[in-house]
Nanobody, 126 residues
Framework: QVKLVESGGGSVQAGGSLRLTCEASGYTYRDKCRAWFRQAPGKEREGVAAISTGGFSAYYADSVKGRFTIFQDNDKNTVSLQMNSLKREDSGMYYC???????????????????WGQGTQVTVSS
């Protein structure tokens, strides 16, 4: 049974940084692509960043390019999101997600991902 557990969320002032980590169990990292999504109240869930199995390819939403970095540790089966220069609009619930790399994982579409964590809250204040 696939289980994803996010951690690292919290409250931070604008301009600050946070690192989110997703610990995965119940599957091996091979042929699995992973991503981070976020959802603000009243808004749709949006893709933030995604990474391929070997970490050679990563994709980012335009709104976070240059500020966020997705990376993974396949030995520990974790995927992390380093978030720098945070803005108020980055606030929301952040979710870790996993899918087969044969899916269109790079599109950062929630419908392409079939395993999800429970989320961790990020609040950025000005």
């Amino acid at each position: 049974q696939v289980k994803l557990v996010e951690s690292g969320g919290g409250s931070v002032q604008a301009g600050g940084s946070l690192r989110l980590t997703c610990e995965a169990s119940g599957y091996t990292y091979r042929d699995k692509c992973r991503a981070w999504f976020r959802q603000a109240p009243g808004k749709e869930r949006e893709g933030v960043a995604a990474i391929s199995t070997g970490g050679f390819s990563a994709y980012y939403a335009d709104s976070v390019k240059g500020r966020f970095t997705i990376f993974q540790d396949n030995d520990k089966n974790t995927v992390s999101l380093q978030m720098n220069s945070l803005k108020r609009e980055d606030s929301g619930m952040y979710y870790c997600a996993v899918t087969s790399c044969r899916a269109e994982w790079w599109r950062l579409s929630a419908s392409s991902y079939n395993y999800w964590g429970q989320g961790t809250q990020v609040t950025v204040s000005s």
